[in-house]
Protein backbone atom coordinates (compact mmCIF):
# COMPACT_ATOMS: atom_id res chain seq x y z
CA UNK A 1 0.00 0.00 0.00
CA UNK A 2 1.00 3.63 -0.75
CA UNK A 3 2.06 5.48 2.48
CA UNK A 4 2.89 8.51 1.40
CA UNK A 5 3.69 10.81 -1.84
CA UNK A 6 6.30 12.96 -2.10
CA UNK A 7 6.86 16.25 -4.69
CA UNK A 8 10.50 16.65 -5.44
CA UNK A 9 9.59 19.80 -7.27
CA UNK A 10 10.30 23.30 -6.30
CA UNK A 11 7.33 25.12 -7.24
CA UNK A 12 3.60 24.70 -6.96
CA UNK A 13 3.16 24.72 -10.30
CA UNK A 14 5.06 21.70 -10.91
CA UNK A 15 3.65 20.02 -8.21
CA UNK A 16 0.07 20.74 -9.77
CA UNK A 17 1.13 19.40 -13.07
CA UNK A 18 2.32 15.96 -11.61
CA UNK A 19 -0.49 15.67 -9.56
CA UNK A 20 -2.59 16.42 -12.90
CA UNK A 21 -1.48 13.82 -14.44
CA UNK A 22 -2.31 11.73 -12.28
CA UNK A 23 -5.50 9.19 -13.48
CA UNK A 24 -8.63 9.97 -12.22
CA UNK A 25 -8.75 7.03 -10.22
CA UNK A 26 -5.87 8.42 -8.61
CA UNK A 27 -7.34 11.40 -7.62
CA UNK A 28 -10.68 10.02 -6.41
CA UNK A 29 -8.71 7.68 -3.82
CA UNK A 30 -6.90 11.13 -2.75
CA UNK A 31 -9.99 12.42 -1.84
CA UNK A 32 -11.83 9.51 -0.87
CA UNK A 33 -8.84 8.34 1.23
CA UNK A 34 -6.54 11.42 2.07
CA UNK A 35 -6.19 10.97 5.94
CA UNK A 36 -4.28 7.90 4.50
CA UNK A 37 -1.62 9.72 2.55
CA UNK A 38 0.94 12.07 3.75
CA UNK A 39 1.89 14.96 1.36
CA UNK A 40 5.28 16.54 1.62
CA UNK A 41 7.95 19.09 0.38
CA UNK A 42 11.02 16.95 -0.44
CA UNK A 43 13.12 19.78 0.93
CA UNK A 44 10.35 19.93 4.45
CA UNK A 45 10.81 15.94 5.63
CA UNK A 46 10.63 17.28 9.29
CA UNK A 47 8.00 14.94 10.68
CA UNK A 48 7.10 17.97 13.17
CA UNK A 49 5.47 20.00 10.27
CA UNK A 50 1.84 18.53 9.45
CA UNK A 51 1.01 19.92 6.23
CA UNK A 52 -0.97 17.58 4.43
CA UNK A 53 -4.39 19.48 4.57
CA UNK A 54 -3.09 22.51 3.32
CA UNK A 55 -1.04 20.91 0.19
CA UNK A 56 -3.53 18.77 -0.49
CA UNK A 57 -6.14 22.19 -0.88
CA UNK A 58 -3.12 24.26 -2.76
CA UNK A 59 -2.98 21.33 -5.38
CA UNK A 60 -6.79 20.73 -5.72
CA UNK A 61 -7.23 24.39 -6.09
CA UNK A 62 -4.38 24.36 -9.10
CA UNK A 63 -5.39 21.29 -11.01
CA UNK A 64 -8.82 22.62 -11.22
CA UNK A 65 -7.23 25.66 -12.49
CA UNK A 66 -5.28 23.61 -15.03
CA UNK A 67 -8.42 21.53 -16.02
CA UNK A 68 -10.16 25.01 -17.22
CA UNK A 69 -7.32 27.05 -18.51
CA UNK A 70 -6.53 24.26 -21.35
CA UNK A 71 -3.37 21.97 -19.71
CA UNK A 72 -3.61 19.14 -21.78
CA UNK A 73 -4.97 16.28 -20.61
CA UNK A 74 -2.65 12.73 -19.96
CA UNK A 75 -5.06 10.18 -19.25
CA UNK A 76 -5.58 7.70 -21.43
CA UNK A 77 -9.75 7.64 -21.52
CA UNK A 78 -11.71 7.79 -24.12
CA UNK A 79 -13.37 11.85 -25.03
CA UNK A 80 -16.90 11.40 -23.89
CA UNK A 81 -19.20 13.80 -26.08
CA UNK A 82 -22.45 14.69 -26.23
CA UNK A 83 -25.07 14.47 -29.75
CA UNK A 84 -28.52 15.65 -29.74
CA UNK A 85 -31.46 14.92 -32.23
CA UNK A 86 -30.77 11.37 -32.37
CA UNK A 87 -31.21 8.21 -30.94
CA UNK A 88 -28.76 5.51 -30.33
CA UNK A 89 -29.24 2.30 -32.25
CA UNK A 90 -30.46 4.27 -35.42
CA UNK A 91 -28.54 4.63 -38.45
CA UNK A 92 -27.88 8.18 -37.94
CA UNK A 93 -26.13 7.71 -34.78
CA UNK A 94 -24.03 4.54 -36.33
CA UNK A 95 -22.63 7.24 -39.01
CA UNK A 96 -22.26 10.06 -36.29
CA UNK A 97 -19.71 7.35 -34.14
CA UNK A 98 -18.28 6.44 -37.40
CA UNK A 99 -17.48 9.71 -38.42
CA UNK A 100 -16.33 10.83 -34.41
CA UNK A 101 -13.98 7.39 -34.65
CA UNK A 102 -12.59 8.37 -37.48
CA UNK A 103 -11.45 11.37 -35.98
CA UNK A 104 -10.34 9.61 -33.16
CA UNK A 105 -8.33 7.47 -35.03
CA UNK A 106 -6.70 10.43 -36.68
CA UNK A 107 -6.39 12.33 -33.53
CA UNK A 108 -4.66 10.00 -31.68
CA UNK A 109 -7.57 9.95 -29.07
CA UNK A 110 -10.96 7.61 -28.79
CA UNK A 111 -13.79 9.22 -29.06
CA UNK A 112 -17.39 7.85 -27.31
CA UNK A 113 -20.42 9.42 -28.46
CA UNK A 114 -23.40 9.80 -26.35
CA UNK A 115 -27.14 10.40 -27.41
CA UNK A 116 -28.90 13.02 -25.06
CA UNK A 117 -30.90 16.37 -25.18
CA UNK A 118 -29.62 19.52 -25.79
CA UNK A 119 -30.04 21.06 -22.27
CA UNK A 120 -29.21 17.88 -20.68
CA UNK A 121 -26.04 17.44 -22.57
CA UNK A 122 -25.24 21.75 -21.54
CA UNK A 123 -25.97 20.68 -17.65
CA UNK A 124 -22.69 17.81 -18.01
CA UNK A 125 -20.55 20.20 -19.71
CA UNK A 126 -21.36 22.48 -16.75
CA UNK A 127 -20.46 19.63 -14.17
CA UNK A 128 -17.44 17.99 -16.45
CA UNK A 129 -19.37 15.00 -16.77
CA UNK A 130 -18.60 15.00 -20.71
CA UNK A 131 -16.02 16.18 -22.77
CA UNK A 132 -17.49 17.95 -25.27
CA UNK A 133 -20.82 18.35 -27.71
CA UNK A 134 -21.01 17.19 -31.24
CA UNK A 135 -23.83 18.74 -33.16
CA UNK A 136 -24.34 22.66 -32.10
CA UNK A 137 -24.71 25.58 -34.39
CA UNK A 138 -22.30 28.48 -34.00
CA UNK A 139 -23.14 31.00 -31.10
CA UNK A 140 -23.30 28.10 -28.53
CA UNK A 141 -20.09 29.60 -27.09
CA UNK A 142 -22.51 32.39 -26.03
CA UNK A 143 -24.13 30.17 -23.78
CA UNK A 144 -20.91 28.44 -22.12
CA UNK A 145 -18.08 31.17 -22.60
CA UNK A 146 -15.31 28.70 -22.15
CA UNK A 147 -15.97 25.74 -24.57
CA UNK A 148 -13.55 25.71 -27.35
CA UNK A 149 -14.99 25.37 -30.68
CA UNK A 150 -13.38 22.94 -32.92
CA UNK A 151 -13.25 26.00 -36.31
CA UNK A 152 -13.59 22.93 -38.80
CA UNK A 153 -17.76 22.49 -38.95
CA UNK A 154 -18.96 18.68 -38.57
CA UNK A 155 -21.27 19.18 -41.10
CA UNK A 156 -23.42 21.79 -42.73
CA UNK A 157 -27.06 20.48 -42.50
CA UNK A 158 -30.39 21.50 -44.11
CA UNK A 159 -32.97 22.40 -41.89
CA UNK A 160 -36.11 20.82 -43.52
CA UNK A 161 -39.98 20.50 -43.09
CA UNK A 162 -41.35 17.14 -43.57
CA UNK A 163 -44.96 16.86 -43.64
CA UNK A 164 -48.11 15.07 -45.84
CA UNK A 165 -49.25 18.24 -46.79
CA UNK A 166 -47.79 19.30 -50.18
CA UNK A 167 -49.25 22.66 -50.86
CA UNK A 168 -47.19 24.11 -47.88
CA UNK A 169 -44.89 26.60 -49.23
CA UNK A 170 -41.15 26.67 -47.59
CA UNK A 171 -39.47 30.26 -48.14
CA UNK A 172 -37.70 30.17 -44.89
CA UNK A 173 -38.73 30.19 -41.03
CA UNK A 174 -41.06 32.78 -41.23
CA UNK A 175 -43.35 30.51 -43.74
CA UNK A 176 -43.87 27.97 -41.04
CA UNK A 177 -44.65 30.43 -38.03
CA UNK A 178 -48.31 30.16 -38.85
CA UNK A 179 -48.40 26.23 -38.63
CA UNK A 180 -48.46 23.45 -36.18
CA UNK A 181 -44.43 22.73 -35.90
CA UNK A 182 -43.10 19.58 -34.16
CA UNK A 183 -39.54 19.65 -33.26
CA UNK A 184 -37.19 17.96 -31.54
CA UNK A 185 -37.27 18.99 -27.22
CA UNK A 186 -34.22 21.46 -26.62
CA UNK A 187 -33.90 22.50 -30.01
CA UNK A 188 -31.62 25.99 -30.17
CA UNK A 189 -32.06 26.56 -33.50
CA UNK A 190 -36.25 25.49 -33.13
CA UNK A 191 -36.58 27.82 -30.31
CA UNK A 192 -33.96 30.62 -31.49
CA UNK A 193 -35.95 30.37 -35.31
CA UNK A 194 -39.49 30.09 -33.96
CA UNK A 195 -39.44 31.50 -30.57
CA UNK A 196 -41.77 33.14 -28.91
CA UNK A 197 -43.88 34.40 -32.31
CA UNK A 198 -45.13 30.76 -32.92
CA UNK A 199 -47.42 29.44 -30.63
CA UNK A 200 -48.59 26.58 -31.98
CA UNK A 201 -45.08 24.29 -30.93
CA UNK A 202 -44.87 20.75 -29.71
CA UNK A 203 -41.61 19.40 -28.72
CA UNK A 204 -40.67 15.47 -28.70
CA UNK A 205 -37.65 13.85 -26.77
CA UNK A 206 -37.39 11.64 -30.47
CA UNK A 207 -37.66 12.03 -33.82
CA UNK A 208 -40.07 9.15 -34.29
CA UNK A 209 -42.49 10.58 -32.15
CA UNK A 210 -42.69 14.37 -33.76
CA UNK A 211 -43.22 11.88 -37.37
CA UNK A 212 -45.61 10.27 -36.11
CA UNK A 213 -47.67 13.35 -34.67
CA UNK A 214 -47.15 14.37 -38.01
CA UNK A 215 -48.37 11.15 -39.43
CA UNK A 216 -51.99 11.79 -36.97
CA UNK A 217 -52.84 15.16 -37.99
CA UNK A 218 -51.99 16.84 -34.86
CA UNK A 219 -49.04 19.12 -36.47
CA UNK A 220 -48.78 20.21 -39.61
CA UNK A 221 -44.92 19.75 -39.98
CA UNK A 222 -41.81 18.47 -38.54
CA UNK A 223 -38.48 20.43 -38.42
CA UNK A 224 -35.46 18.80 -38.42
CA UNK A 225 -32.51 17.68 -40.66
CA UNK A 226 -32.29 14.93 -42.91
CA UNK A 227 -29.43 13.37 -41.46
CA UNK A 228 -31.67 12.19 -38.56
CA UNK A 229 -34.92 11.89 -40.43
CA UNK A 230 -33.98 10.29 -44.18
CA UNK A 231 -32.95 7.22 -42.22
CA UNK A 232 -36.42 7.04 -40.13
CA UNK A 233 -38.60 7.30 -43.14
CA UNK A 234 -37.23 4.28 -44.30
CA UNK A 235 -38.41 2.07 -41.51
CA UNK A 236 -41.26 0.00 -42.53
CA UNK A 237 -43.63 1.73 -39.78
CA UNK A 238 -42.83 4.85 -41.67
CA UNK A 239 -42.88 3.83 -45.14
CA UNK A 240 -46.72 4.27 -45.70
CA UNK A 241 -47.43 7.28 -43.74
CA UNK A 242 -47.18 9.65 -46.57
CA UNK A 243 -44.34 11.33 -45.03
CA UNK A 244 -41.84 13.69 -47.32
CA UNK A 245 -39.39 16.59 -47.23
CA UNK A 246 -41.03 19.84 -48.49
CA UNK A 247 -38.90 21.88 -50.82
CA UNK A 248 -36.79 23.97 -50.58
CA UNK A 249 -34.85 23.95 -47.42
CA UNK A 250 -36.15 26.12 -44.46
CA UNK A 251 -32.60 26.94 -43.93
CA UNK A 252 -28.77 25.25 -43.77
CA UNK A 253 -27.18 25.88 -40.66
CA UNK A 254 -23.18 24.63 -40.06
CA UNK A 255 -23.12 22.38 -37.08
CA UNK A 256 -19.50 22.59 -34.80
CA UNK A 257 -18.05 20.21 -32.07
CA UNK A 258 -17.33 22.37 -28.85
CA UNK A 259 -14.98 21.08 -26.37
CA UNK A 260 -14.27 21.78 -22.50
CA UNK A 261 -11.17 23.99 -22.19
CA UNK A 262 -8.70 21.23 -21.38
CA UNK A 263 -8.78 19.85 -24.71
CA UNK A 264 -7.32 23.04 -26.57
CA UNK A 265 -4.31 21.32 -28.29
CA UNK A 266 -6.95 18.85 -29.27
CA UNK A 267 -9.58 20.87 -30.81
CA UNK A 268 -6.78 22.19 -32.89
CA UNK A 269 -5.97 18.56 -34.06
CA UNK A 270 -9.49 17.84 -34.59
CA UNK A 271 -9.97 20.54 -36.77
CA UNK A 272 -6.96 19.75 -39.19
CA UNK A 273 -7.79 16.23 -39.32
CA UNK A 274 -11.71 16.94 -40.05
CA UNK A 275 -10.69 19.18 -42.69
CA UNK A 276 -8.06 16.54 -44.05
CA UNK A 277 -10.93 13.96 -43.93
CA UNK A 278 -13.14 15.62 -46.24
CA UNK A 279 -10.13 16.66 -48.73
CA UNK A 280 -9.25 12.89 -48.89
CA UNK A 281 -13.74 12.02 -49.47
CA UNK A 282 -13.38 9.61 -46.20
CA UNK A 283 -15.85 11.94 -44.54
CA UNK A 284 -18.35 11.66 -47.34
CA UNK A 285 -17.87 8.30 -47.69
CA UNK A 286 -19.01 7.65 -44.32
CA UNK A 287 -21.87 10.33 -44.37
CA UNK A 288 -22.94 8.57 -47.78
CA UNK A 289 -24.54 5.86 -45.38
CA UNK A 290 -27.27 7.42 -44.55
CA UNK A 291 -28.95 8.23 -47.53
Keep these: MINSVIFKK ?21 A ?22 LNLKKLLVLWVFYCLTGVPVTASEPLKIAVGGIEEGTDSF ?3 QSIASEIGVRSGTEINLIAIPAKRATEYLLSGEIDGDLSRIEGFGEEIPWLIRVSEPIAMFPYYAYSKE ?13 YKVAYIEDSAVIEAMLGP ?9 SAEAGLNFVASGRADIFV ?24 PAVDFLPIYLHLLPK ?7 IAYE ?18
Design 10 to 30: DSLEDRAVAFYSFPQTMISAF
Design 224 to 247: HIPFAIEPLLKKESMKNKGIKALL
Design 274 to 291: LKIMKEDQTYFKIMSGVF
Design 94 to 96: RIA
Design 197 to 205: ETTNLYSFS
Design 263 to 269: HKELAEK
Design 32 to 53: RYRHRFEIVDYNCLDPTIKQEE
Design 166 to 178: RNIQIDGWNSIKR
